[in-house]
């Protein structure tokens, strides 16, 4: 992996999301499983607290003021302008579990330089389990981790599919035809809420593979760079088109080396391609409109 040399080592830039991540850490714990007002974004599934924007400033500062003059794009705030390193910040992800008491979200943070992403870590505060990468590789509470994936009969899948915005998004059939497909094909899956999670527990090995939709640059810039420089891939698309940077991507299956996992690559894939989406303002991908597989293409 090559860098400019006059951009922060990847080391450096690790370490500086390692202690963002440490910084909050305490406030999280201490509102987790507390009571807490709960408000709704897109749907009345996607939830949003006030810890999520309050652990977002925290990041935010704490980033800034260890590299003067970078930026932030955030779930949250949205982007706080350009430079050329950018941290992409997931304060919560997997708010819906945080704020109902289930132990599983983290905190996400991916270091981009000149539109390549060099290092990322993902925090478990709950289990303090720390998933890093840089350039020399990934590690897990500072040991090396490999990400080895299991053929489908033995595998087991790390997903939220399918949320309302899934059946909204490739129609109820198709949603839950993909459904029966990986539970007849997969020893088991399990819908989890947190992909940024997901993705790392796939790094150390603990599961095979990970897939989603309408994904966002914040729920998988961390997770993905952490499972690549543990040795396994991932598969992103827009409009069923692949793209090679994962934050970049809006539906994507990843998984540990080992196994390719074609079937489920080549459905998400065409699925992605039935979702047509336009840019926001912010630059999220949001619905335009979505073309149904038996309509013939122009």
Same mark, same amino acid.
Request: hydrophobic share 45%; charged share 20%; proline share 5%.
């Given at each position: 992996?090559? =860098?400019? *040399?006059?951009?922060?080592?990847?080391?450096?830039?690790?370490?500086?999301?390692?202690?963002?991540?440490?910084?909050?850490?305490?406030?999280?714990?201490?509102?987790?499983?507390?009571?807490?007002?709960?408000?709704?974004?897109?749907?009345?599934?996607?939830?949003?607290?006030?810890?999520?924007?309050?652990?977002?400033?925290? /990041?935010?500062?704490?980033?800034?003021?260890?590299?003067?003059?970078?930026?932030?794009?955030?779930?949250?705030?949205?982007?706080?302008?350009?430079?050329?390193?950018?941290? /992409?910040?997931? *304060? /919560?992800?997997?708010?819906?579990?945080?704020?109902?008491?289930?132990?599983?979200?983290?905190?996400?943070?991916?270091?981009?330089?000149?539109?390549?992403?060099?290092?990322?870590?993902?925090?478990?505060? !709950?289990?303090?389990?720390?998933?890093? #990468?840089?350039?020399?590789?990934?590690?897990?509470?500072?040991?090396? /981790?490999?990400?080895?994936?299991? *053929?489908?009969?033995?595998?087991?899948?790390?997903?939220?599919?399918?949320?309302?915005?899934?059946?909204?998004?490739?129609?109820?059939?198709?949603? $839950?035809?993909?459904?029966?497909?990986?539970?007849?094909?997969?020893?088991?899956?399990?819908?989890?809420?947190?992909?940024?999670?997901?993705?790392? =527990?796939? #790094?150390?090995?603990?599961?095979?593979?990970?897939?989603? $939709?309408?994904?966002?640059?914040?729920?998988?810039?961390?997770?993905?760079? !952490?499972?690549?420089?543990?040795?396994?891939?991932?598969?992103?698309? !827009?409009?069923?088109? *692949?793209?090679?940077? +994962?934050?970049?991507?809006?539906?994507?299956?990843?998984?540990?080396?080992?196994?390719?996992?074609?079937?489920?690559?080549?459905?998400?894939?065409?699925?992605?391609?039935?979702?047509?989406?336009?840019?926001?303002?912010?630059?999220? +991908?949001?619905?335009?409109?979505?073309?149904?597989?038996?309509? +013939?293409?122009?």
């Amino acid at each position: 992996m090559s =860098h400019s *040399p006059d951009a922060p080592a990847p080391a450096a830039l690790r370490a500086a999301a390692e202690t963002a991540c440490r910084q909050v850490a305490p406030q999280l714990l201490a509102a987790f499983r507390a009571d807490m007002t709960v408000a709704t974004k897109r749907d009345a599934h996607d939830v949003v607290t006030v810890h999520d924007r309050a652990a977002e400033e925290t /990041i935010t500062r704490s980033l800034t003021s260890a590299f003067p003059g970078s930026v932030v794009l955030g779930e949250e705030g949205g982007s706080t302008g350009d430079a050329g390193l950018r941290w /992409i910040v997931d *304060p /919560i992800d997997g708010t819906a579990n945080f704020a109902r008491g289930l132990a599983y979200w983290c905190v996400s943070i991916a270091a981009e330089v000149d539109g390549v992403v060099v290092a990322g870590v993902v925090y478990d505060p !709950v289990a303090d389990h720390l998933f890093a #990468a840089d350039d020399t590789g990934a590690t897990l509470d500072g040991a090396p /981790i490999r990400a080895a994936a299991l *053929p489908e009969a033995d595998a087991t899948v790390l997903t939220s599919f399918p949320v309302q915005q899934d059946l909204e998004l490739l129609g109820e059939d198709a949603a $839950f035809a993909l459904l029966r497909e990986m539970t007849l094909r997969y020893r088991h899956h399990h819908s989890t809420g947190s992909g940024a999670l997901n993705l790392a =527990h796939v #790094a150390a090995g603990w599961s095979d593979v990970t897939m989603g $939709f309408a994904t966002h640059a914040w729920d998988v810039a961390a997770g993905a760079f !952490v499972l690549q420089q543990a040795g396994g891939w991932f598969h992103g698309s !827009v409009g069923g088109a *692949p793209t090679d940077r +994962p934050q970049d991507a809006e539906d994507y299956v990843a998984g540990g080396g080992g196994d390719e996992h074609g079937f489920l690559v080549d459905r998400v894939r065409a699925l992605s391609a039935t979702i047509v989406h336009r840019a926001s303002a912010t630059g999220s +991908p949001t619905v335009a409109s979505v073309r149904s597989r038996a309509e +013939p293409s122009s």
